[in-house]
């Protein structure tokens, strides 16, 4: 049977069991999958997790039955070493760097919290509170330099506010995913009565978890503003360039195995034929994959099968097992701690609440702000840091999904969801607008996003175009825009967002839509909808460059007026880039962890 409502009472009450219809072994979770393995057995009620009526598994088997992978209270396992870019279900250890003293072995465990590794200390040790640097935020920043430090023998605590969920864990439950792993919605009003909604990463591995893991480079005109905005330098004192990244893309893209998806499923092929009616064309993109990727198209509710490489079961898997590493998760960083020295304030360590809502106080000599471009500023704020140029200059990569509706099938939800791009307008003089194809949001998104002409759809018009969900492709345009937007705390210490497009950046906007309409239409499409303002890429907010009256750090990623305190997420960058950003954020990231390893341990970082 497989429906709770098929279950029948038992014709005797099991020992186990604590309530009517679910066993003891299942207390610790009301989850309907827990309650529906539970079955009627030769007149008594087991558990299909339980230990107590099955024979122990095997301790060689590294993963046992898919009710056990579903449990949250099981027994622990270890795992067999693989490679270092496979999922984090086999971790191996690389070569062992200097090691600090008091560092200590982290284990592979399976918790109550669904975590992979977990230190010893969130297994009952002692919790240690002095580390050379601690992290905050785990994502393409955070997740890359607390692993590029540890691997450089450095002490690194690094803290998540989200969970740690592991490869075996992810499944397409659209609503459970976006409760498990995102942040809650955030809506800012505009000028019109409309709203741009944000998207981003909540658990281990940030947004780069969540995300497509589309892998470009910022293009030459992108990086070419940053000296403009806030007068940022390289090292040389010359304007920062392109360049000035090459060593740094190159590095994490050896590291995460960047590779060229030209494994296009039909419905790409479909939006191709509008793109070439109108002049245009697309090509493949790059990613972070391997070829685990299966093209679920699951991307968004993290990956199945570890074919996504995010920073979880890259660059924090891999530093693991060296035992530098300290991983708390459920850990929200409350304030920064500074202290007053005879050369100035500096960063002494930070304040966190973890999840029983235990307050810590743990001390470091660096720390690493990685929270993400809308939770930095205000994390900063409130460790009472002031600057002019603090949460403001805020770019939103403004976006919206364009989805075609065909007479044949597309199945566009079942395809890796970014395989192709059309560059032709990404210069702000050809447009200022990249398209990518060809994916559709899942079901929920889709029908609570979806409009026309007449505004969004509901009733029987979003009945019909949901039942044919399967005939849409897709198209997703994103607009370069100019930093606008702001982000900050009122009186009560509340978020508070404020977006100002400008007419250059409403013309780009609704040029890119246009275009995305007509393509699909030029392909064939016999109705076109397309979704309000959505932002997943934010960037800015504590920009980096020379000058402190227009930039938060320096060019290095340092506070300005701040020793010991540094930025390295997507709020460093100036000016907004072109393209999906994960990649150079992570460049950044790398290039500050090279600087970082020279300063605390005297020896370069892997990246040198």
Not at 275 to 301: H, I, K, M, W
Not at 350 to 373: F, I, L, N, W
Request: glycine fraction near 8%; hydrophobic fraction near 35%; proline fraction near 5%.
């Amino acid at each position: 049977m497989s429906s709770m409502s098929a279950v029948r009472a038992p014709p005797r009450r099991c020992a186990r069991r604590s309530s009517p219809g679910r066993c003891a072994s299942a207390r610790s979770c009301m989850s309907m999958r827990c309650w529906r393995r539970c079955r009627p057995s030769r007149g008594r009620w087991r558990c299909r997790r339980s230990t107590r009526w099955r024979r122990r598994r095997p301790t060689a088997r590294s993963h046992g039955t898919s009710a056990h992978r579903a449990s949250r209270s099981c027994a622990r396992w270890r795992s067999r070493p693989t490679t270092a870019t496979s999922s984090p279900r086999a971790v191996p250890a690389p070569a062992p760097g200097p090691r600090s003293t008091s560092s200590r072995r982290a284990r592979w465990t399976s918790s109550a919290t669904g975590r992979g590794w977990a230190s010893s200390a969130e297994e009952g040790g002692a919790m240690k509170n002095d580390f050379d640097v601690i992290v905050i935020g785990s994502g393409a920043g955070g997740g890359v330099v607390a692993g590029e430090l540890a691997q450089s023998g450095c002490d690194v605590l690094l803290l998540e506010t989200g969970r740690h969920f592991t490869t075996e864990s992810f499944k397409r439950f659209e609503a459970k995913a976006s409760h498990d792993l995102f942040w809650p919605m955030r809506f800012a009003p505009l000028p019109d009565g409309d709203v741009v909604a944000f998207l981003s990463g909540r658990c281990v591995g940030g947004t780069t978890t969540v995300n497509t893991k589309v892998a470009l480079r910022a293009h030459e005109q992108d990086v070419a503003k940053w000296h403009a905005a806030t007068g940022l330098t390289n090292d040389e004192g010359k304007a920062f360039a392109l360049t000035d990244l090459e060593p740094y893309y190159r590095r994490v893209e050896d590291l995460l195995g960047v590779r060229e998806r030209s494994d296009w499923e039909k419905c790409v092929y479909t939006v191709r034929k509008g793109f070439r009616a109108l002049g245009a064309d697309l090509e493949p993109v790059l990613s972070y994959t391997s070829n685990e990727c299966q093209s679920y198209g699951s991307c968004l509710q993290g990956c199945p099968t570890g074919g996504g490489k995010s920073t979880a079961i890259t660059y924090i898997a891999r530093a693991l097992p060296l035992g530098q590493l300290d991983l708390r998760t459920q850990a929200t960083v409350e304030r920064i701690v500074f202290e007053d020295t005879a050369s100035g304030r500096r960063a002494a360590g930070v304040e966190y609440v973890d999840a029983s809502g235990t307050r810590h106080v743990v001390k470091a000599r660096t720390v690493v702000a990685a929270a993400g471009a809308l939770n930095t500023p205000q994390m900063l704020m409130r460790s009472g840091l002031r600057s002019p140029a603090l949460g403001r200059h805020i770019g939103l990569h403004p976006a919206r999904l364009a989805y075609g509706l065909f007479d044949e099938i597309q199945d566009s939800h079942r395809v890796y969801p970014i395989s192709a791009h059309c560059m032709k307008f990404q210069r702000d003089e050809d447009g200022g607008f990249v398209l990518e194809a060809s994916t559709v949001m899942d079901p929920i998104a889709f029908a609570t996003t979806v409009r026309d002409e007449s505004g969004p759809l509901w009733g029987q018009r979003l009945v019909d175009a949901v039942r044919a969900y399967r005939r849409y492709a897709g198209v997703l345009a994103m607009v370069n825009d100019e930093n606008n937007a702001s982000v900050g705390i009122d009186a009560q210490g509340a978020e508070r967002i404020e977006v100002n497009l400008n007419a250059r950046e409403r013309q780009r906007i609704d040029a890119a839509l246009n275009f995305s309409r007509n393509a699909l239409r030029a392909a064939g499409a016999r109705k076109v909808y397309w979704t309000g303002l959505i932002s997943t890429h934010t960037q800015g907010g504590c920009r980096m460059g020379d000058d402190p009256a227009r930039s938060v750090v320096d060019r290095h990623g340092q506070v300005h007026g701040v020793a010991g305190l540094y930025v390295a997420d997507a709020s460093l960058i100036p000016r907004t880039v072109s393209v999906n950003p994960s990649l150079t954020v992570m460049a950044l990231a790398t290039r500050l962890a090279e600087r970082l390893a020279m300063e605390l341990t005297e020896e370069p970082s892997p990246a040198a």
